[in-house]
């Protein structure tokens, strides 16, 4: 089966309905049966490459995502993020931001990041009056941190594909995440400014401290799986387990 059969084929069964992932995987095996390779050990050879304990992180980044969603803590990371950035031009905007970093540096995943921070920000953004194109186009843009900030699904997944050391890919987009972030932020800024979306609220270390106070587990997480990834040693808060199950059931 040549290469241009093999793309005709893709995009028919794409055309026709069938999911990109089973498009991939259906065409994949045709050309692997052209090769008069055996369907068993087509299978033999799938299962063995997902045969990898390091794939364990993405379902458990995926939980850790769902718990701290559903226990209030990315509520938690954005009224943090408010009393931080709320005051200066765009605040909100700037919130969205900031929360997303926070957020990805949790879960791993940017629909996850989208879909927890832009469930609480587009609402409030489209009542103090910003235009929805530009919070939509905000929020999908900070989802990029999800797969660049650690922990990264992305990353494990191309670890694990490359024989590379999962803990040096995390560690690797620590600096690239943080200077995305800031740059997004002075641009956000300017446009703001430019659009005339003012600040909310004024600076207070006293309900900072307060904020960050409910939102410091959150923010040790990646210390934590960074630092247990490193070090091997990991422990876990029983308190915040139990409100996050409490929540969660």
């Not at 972030?181 to 004024?202: A, D, Q, W």
Request: glycine fraction near 12%.
């Amino acid at each position: 089966m040549s290469g241009g059969m093999i793309i005709v084929t893709f995009f028919i069964l794409l055309m026709i309905g069938i999911p990109v992932i089973t498009s991939l995987g259906v065409v994949s095996a045709i050309y692997l049966i052209s090769l008069d390779m055996s369907p068993i050990l087509i299978v033999q050879q799938m299962l063995n490459s997902m045969d990898k304990f390091t794939l364990l992180a993405i379902p458990f980044f995926i939980m850790a995502g769902g718990l701290m969603e559903v226990g209030g803590i990315s509520r938690e990371i954005v009224n943090f993020s408010k009393k931080l950035m709320g005051p200066l031009p765009g605040g909100l905007a700037l919130v969205v931001i900031l929360a997303s970093m926070m957020f990805a540096s949790m879960t791993g995943a940017g629909a996850a990041t989208c879909a927890a921070i832009g469930s609480i920000m587009l609402p409030e953004m489209k009542r103090e009056g910003y235009d929805e194109s530009f919070s939509s186009a905000l929020q999908s843009t900070a989802g990029i941190f999800g797969p660049i900030i650690p922990p990264s699904i992305l990353m494990v997944i191309y670890a694990v594909a490359t024989d590379t050391s999962v803990g040096d890919m995390l560690l690797a987009g620590v600096i690239p995440g943080i200077v995305m972030g800031l740059i997004l932020i002075v641009v956000t800024m300017r446009l703001c400014i430019n659009r005339g979306y003012k600040g909310e609220g004024r600076f207070s270390l006293i309900e900072i401290g307060k904020s960050f106070v409910g939102a410091f587990w959150a923010l040790l997480t990646p210390v934590i799986i960074l630092g247990g990834i490193y070090s091997g040693f990991v422990f876990v808060n029983r308190k915040m387990g139990h409100i996050l199950i409490e929540n969660w059931a």
